[in-house]
């Protein structure tokens, strides 16, 4: 098992490598004044030695800062001892390079072979930056470089740092060659290792199989309770686009005014200040899950001003159905004229649930309530009359479920003419984007976005929902860690699932695992990790595998979502532009 998962976790470690380069191109640059022609970047050869890919990696290309890649740690092994940077400019600038170690006991100061000041070169040039161990001890040394940009015409001064991880090893005096008996030891010792590994191998091995079997049930169970889906099997298919392009069209603001979803006016009328809109998000509020003090006396208090008589609701047909929980597609009557009826989904409980599980639904139907945006779903109505079942009423969308649309689309034939393609996802996590884009604006925080708590109907519309009876709908998308709490372990961000934070940033991460279900229509994430291991598993920097028909444009907005730093994960506003911009290329290619 562990070496499975750990080459697995190579080949995402290396995939998030090339997701993050093309990333820092696309939604964190700032522009630097002036019009110098500056570029500072990493040659193709410099970046396969440091880490392994073929590709540029650009801190200035033309003037536009990255501040995404800049103050991103970059790990220098212990053989390399030298970094090479690539510079030039087309007109006069003037610079100054400076360096800081954290350990100098460990590595000295670094040395260029280039002036402390100087100009940069009109000419494309490379300057050379020596590490130099003091071989005294083994550790990691953080070391930072300071480059000082002044453009003489403006006086304008733009400070670049960069940062580097160095391991330095200790250099012994003395090597002794082993004695024979120690060779013995170490080859017995290798020859259990390699037992060791082989059964390691077999056990991982026959662990997934039994997993993807459990996965294929659970997908084939859930895909036939999804009744409520009225779109025929014979309408999707389980390929998508692969021709992609590489470059993005550039979106305007008022291209994001007419995005359906993020329409300012429509922000402002529903109570979005315009300082909250110039400062971006606001100061970043981080929330504990505190749902099991509420009593469910309290949680009925909540819903009082919307509930209604249930006489005015009339069943029609099961959409969903768990242990203690259903779904229903039913009517709801006008309270002022009878003839009139509109179409709802009704959430209500079995006899036999407990109160806890009532005051859950009850509770968590409230998390979007009073919110008005087109991509959110809210409660309408409810009823709780005594001795009676309580009921939640939503819009009805007539394509139901999100996770369960994309998983009859896997399922349907190949060769249908009205297949759901690349284009249509990406337009659906626009959709949702925005969605989370308002609730961070009014600093509303999810906690449980995923494509099972979000419906669409036949127009591809996508709505928000809350996460009433998601756990009982969806038993195997949460898991129990021991604190007798079931929670989606595996679109959780390391924050959440270690300290129970959550915020708009914890957010972000789920959306980035929800955009991985988008392509890969409904598969569920991380399904050969024990829910056990996914705080190592995510702390030691591995994360899903890039999907097959993924482009790696859009592959980069997932990776970025999932950096361990909550400050380093782009905003919703950020990703909304970044998909616009992906979106409007594919269709230009359509």
Same mark, same amino acid.
């Given at each position: !098992?562990?070496?499975?998962?750990?080459a697995?976790?190579?080949?995402a470690?290396?995939n998030?490598?090339?997701?993050?380069?093309?990333?820092?191109?696309?939604?964190?640059?700032?522009?630097?004044?002036?019009?110098?022609?500056?570029? +500072?970047?990493?040659?193709?050869?410099?970046?396969?030695?440091?880490?392994?890919?073929?590709?540029e990696l650009y801190?200035v290309r033309?003037?536009?800062?990255s501040?995404?890649?800049?103050?991103?740690?970059?790990? +220098?092994?212990?053989? #390399?001892?030298?970094?090479?940077?690539?510079?030039?400019?087309?007109?006069? +600038?003037?610079?100054?390079?400076?360096?800081?170690? %954290?350990?100098?006991?460990?590595?000295?100061?670094?040395?260029?072979?280039?002036?402390?000041?100087?100009?940069?070169?009109?000419?494309?040039?490379?300057?050379?930056?020596?590490?130099? /161990? #003091?071989?005294?001890?083994?550790?990691?040394?953080? !070391?930072?470089?300071?480059?000082?940009?002044?453009?003489?015409?403006?006086k304008?001064?733009?400070?670049?740092?960069?940062?580097?991880?160095?391991?330095?090893?200790?250099?012994?005096?003395?090597?002794?060659?082993?004695? #024979?008996?120690?060779?013995?030891?170490?080859?017995?010792?290798?020859?259990?290792?390699?037992?060791?590994?082989?059964?390691?191998?077999?056990?991982?091995?026959?662990?997934?199989?039994?997993?993807?079997?459990?996965?294929?049930?659970d997908?084939?169970?859930?895909?036939?309770?999804?009744?409520?889906?009225?779109?025929?099997?014979?309408?999707?298919?389980?390929?998508?686009?692969?021709?992609?392009?590489?470059?993005?069209?550039?979106?305007?603001?008022?291209?994001?005014?007419?995005?359906?979803?993020?329409?300012?006016?429509?922000?402002?009328?529903?109570?979005?200040?315009?300082?909250?809109k110039?400062?971006?998000y606001?100061?970043?509020?981080?929330?504990?899950?505190?749902?099991?003090? +509420?009593?469910?006396?309290?949680?009925?208090?909540?819903?009082?001003?919307?509930?209604?008589?249930?006489?005015?609701?009339?069943?029609?047909?099961?959409?969903?159905?768990? #242990?203690?929980?259903?779904?229903?597609?039913?009517?709801?009557?006008?309270?002022?004229?009878?003839?009139?009826?509109k179409?709802?989904?009704?959430?209500?409980?079995?006899?036999?649930?407990?109160?806890?599980?009532?005051?859950?639904?009850?509770?968590?139907?409230?998390?979007?309530?009073?919110?008005?945006?087109?991509?959110?779903?809210?409660?309408?109505?409810?009823?709780?009359?005594?001795g009676?079942?309580?009921?939640?009423l939503?819009?009805?969308?007539?394509?139901g479920?999100l996770?369960?649309?994309?998983?009859?689309?896997?399922?349907?034939?190949?060769?249908?003419?009205?297949a @759901?393609?690349?284009?249509?996802?990406?337009h659906?996590?626009?959709? @949702?984007? /925005?969605?989370?884009?308002?609730?961070?604006?009014?600093?509303?925080i999810?906690?449980?976005?995923?494509?099972?708590?979000?419906?669409?109907? %036949?127009?591809?519309?996508?709505?928000?929902? %809350?996460?009433?009876?998601s756990?009982?709908?969806?038993?195997?998308?949460?898991?129990?860690?021991?604190d007798?709490?079931?929670?989606?372990?595996?679109?959780?961000?390391?924050?959440?699932?270690?300290?129970?934070?959550?915020?708009?940033?914890?957010?972000?991460?789920?959306?980035?695992?929800?955009?991985w279900?988008?392509?890969?229509?409904?598969?569920?994430?991380?399904?050969?990790?024990?829910?056990?291991?996914?705080?190592?598993?995510?702390?030691?920097g591995?994360? @899903?595998?890039?999907? @097959?028909?993924?482009?790696?444009?859009?592959f980069?907005? !997932?990776?970025c979502?999932?950096?361990? %730093?909550?400050?380093?994960?782009?905003?919703?506003?950020?990703?909304?532009q970044?998909?616009?911009e992906?979106?409007?290329?594919?269709?230009?290619?359509?």
């Open positions: !098992m562990a070496g499975t998962t750990a697995a976790g190579r080949g470690s290396m998030f490598w090339r997701a993050l380069l093309v990333l820092w191109s696309c939604c964190s640059d700032t522009v630097c004044r002036g019009g110098p022609g500056v570029n +500072v970047y990493l040659s193709v050869e410099e970046t396969r030695r440091l880490i392994g890919l073929d590709a801190y033309n003037d536009v800062v501040y995404y890649a800049l103050p991103f740690k970059l790990l +220098v092994p212990g053989e #390399t001892n030298s970094l090479h940077f690539t510079w030039h400019a087309k007109s006069k +600038v003037e610079y100054t390079l400076g360096f800081q170690v %954290d350990n100098p006991a460990v590595m000295g100061m670094p040395q260029a072979n280039i002036s402390a000041q100087g100009e940069i070169p009109r000419k494309e040039s490379v300057f050379r930056v020596d590490l130099l /161990c #003091t071989g005294t001890f083994d550790s990691e040394v953080a !070391m930072e470089m300071q480059l000082n940009l002044t453009i003489n015409s403006s304008n001064i733009t400070v670049l740092n960069f940062k580097r991880r160095k391991i330095c090893f200790k250099i012994d005096a003395v090597h002794t060659a082993p004695a #024979t008996s120690t060779r013995v030891f170490y080859i017995s010792v290798g020859v259990c290792c390699a037992v060791i590994f082989l059964v390691a191998i077999i056990l991982a091995v026959l662990h997934l199989h039994s997993m993807k079997r459990v996965e294929l049930n997908s084939m169970s859930e895909s036939g309770s999804s009744q409520g889906l009225s779109q025929p099997s014979t309408q999707t298919t389980q390929y998508l686009r692969a021709d992609t392009p590489n470059n993005a069209t550039p979106v305007t603001r008022s291209d994001l005014k007419e995005l359906p979803g993020c329409n300012p006016e429509e922000e402002r009328h529903n109570g979005v200040t315009q300082a909250s110039k400062s971006g606001p100061t970043l509020r981080i929330e504990k899950n505190d749902l099991k003090s +509420v009593t469910l006396a309290e949680a009925k208090a909540r819903v009082k001003d919307v509930a209604i008589s249930r006489e005015r609701v009339t069943f029609k047909d099961v959409l969903q159905e768990g #242990t203690f929980g259903r779904i229903f597609h039913g009517v709801l009557v006008d309270e002022k004229d009878p003839s009139k009826e179409n709802v989904f009704i959430k209500t409980v079995k006899d036999h649930a407990s109160e806890v599980q009532v005051t859950m639904m009850l509770t968590e139907s409230c998390k979007l309530r009073g919110l008005h945006h087109r991509n959110l779903l809210p409660i309408n109505h409810v009823c709780i009359e005594d009676e079942r309580p009921m939640v939503l819009p009805f969308l007539n394509w479920n996770k369960l649309f994309l998983r009859q689309c896997k399922l349907a034939e190949a060769n249908n003419p009205q @759901i393609s690349q284009q249509d996802l990406v659906m996590a626009i959709q @949702i984007a /925005c969605g989370m884009s308002y609730l961070a604006r009014r600093e509303v999810h906690k449980d976005l995923a494509t099972r708590n979000c419906v669409i109907d %036949d127009s591809l519309q996508v709505k928000i929902t %809350d996460n009433a009876l756990r009982d709908l969806f038993p195997m998308d949460y898991h129990c860690l021991g007798n709490e079931n929670r989606p372990v595996r679109w959780m961000a390391l924050e959440s699932l270690v300290n129970n934070e959550f915020s708009s940033a914890s957010d972000v991460w789920a959306f980035g695992v929800t955009l279900e988008l392509m890969t229509l409904g598969q569920t994430p991380y399904v050969d990790i024990d829910p056990f291991e996914m705080a190592v598993y995510l702390k030691d591995y994360r @899903i595998a890039q999907p @097959i028909n993924c482009p790696d444009e859009l980069a907005v !997932m990776a979502c999932w950096a361990l %730093d909550r400050d380093e994960r782009p905003k919703f506003q950020q990703l909304v970044c998909l616009t992906f979106h409007a290329a594919l269709g230009a290619y359509v």
